[in-house]
């Protein structure tokens, strides 16, 4: 079973930045960030398959949001920069066993491990 660890949430003003992190103690071979708002349902926000580097982010952040991976730490982060209060929500590291194809990568179901999430709440 892997663990998965997320930290880097907190309390940010409108078009502000904030790195996500999210450590794993173990192998994962596509990982992912998802957020839930309140009264929403969690919703994909970027992945990112390990062998390849492949990338995929939904359209709201797509050009705001980066993901990354440190393999060597087992590591994935999401740097955030041009927040909006739109962002605010619970975020949530997700790591799965397999390296899915790209149309898989925003499906919950297609992961096997998920984080505690961290707040993010964006200030107008």
């Known amino acids: 079973q892997v663990q998965l660890v997320e930290s880097g949430g907190g309390l940010v003003q409108a078009g502000g930045s904030r790195r996500l992190s999210c450590a794993a103690s173990?192998?994962?071979?596509?990982m992912a960030w998802f957020r839930q708002a309140p009264g929403k349902d969690r919703e994909f926000v970027a992945a990112?398959?390990?062998?390849?580097?492949?990338?995929r982010y939904t359209d709201s952040v797509r050009g705001r949001f980066t993901i990354s991976t440190d393999n060597a730490k087992d590591t994935v982060y999401l740097q955030m920069n041009n927040l909006i209060p739109e962002d605010t929500a619970v975020y949530y590291c997700?790591?799965?066993?397999?390296?899915?194809?790209?149309?898989?990568?925003?499906?919950?179901?297609?992961?096997?491990?998920w984080g505690q999430g961290t707040q993010v709440t964006v200030s107008s």
């Open positions: 997700a790591g799965s066993k397999a390296s899915w194809i790209w149309s898989a990568l925003a499906s919950s179901s297609s992961y096997d491990y």
């Open positions: 173990g192998r994962t071979f596509t």
């Open positions: 990112i398959r390990r062998s390849g580097s492949t990338t």
